[in-house]
Nanobody, 118 residues
Framework: QVQLAESGGGLVQPGGSLRLSCAAS????????MGWYRQAPGKQRELVAV??????KYAESVKGRFTVSRDNAKNTVYLEMDSLKPEDTAVYYC?????????????WGQGTQVTVSS
């Protein structure tokens, strides 16, 4: 089993910053990708940022403001969020994709709330 422990969400004013962390533990295989998705009320879950062997990918709406990084030794992925806007308010979910042989595994964190409001 794999557990994803998220932290760092909270309430911040517009223009502020937050840093999310997600640490993976348990039985680890080859990591294909780690990243972050978010879901706002009444909307579908969307990709925010992901990091893989192929590089980093960001949603257009966060480019230039958010930075995804990963500590391979700690199996941890981070999301540095700057210049936050009210429209960034959502539950942010950590995602881990692994493979072992021909099997692919997909794990999600429990989610952490980010609220951007004055």
């Amino acid at each position: 089993q794999v557990q994803l422990a998220e932290s760092g969400g909270g309430l911040v004013q517009p223009g502020g910053s937050l840093r999310l962390s997600c640490a993976a533990s348990g039985t680890m295989f080859i990591i294909n990708a780690m990243g972050w998705y978010r879901q706002a009320p009444g909307k579908q879950r969307e990709l925010v940022a992901v990091i893989s062997s192929g590089g980093k990918k960001y949603a257009e709406s966060v480019k230039g403001r958010f930075t995804v990084s990963r500590d391979n030794a700690k199996n941890t992925v981070y999301l540095e969020m700057d210049s936050l806007k009210p429209e960034d308010t959502a539950v942010y979910y950590c995602n881990l994709q692994m493979r072992r042989g021909t099997y692919n595994y997909d794990y999600w964190g429990q989610g952490t709330q980010v609220t951007v409001s004055s």
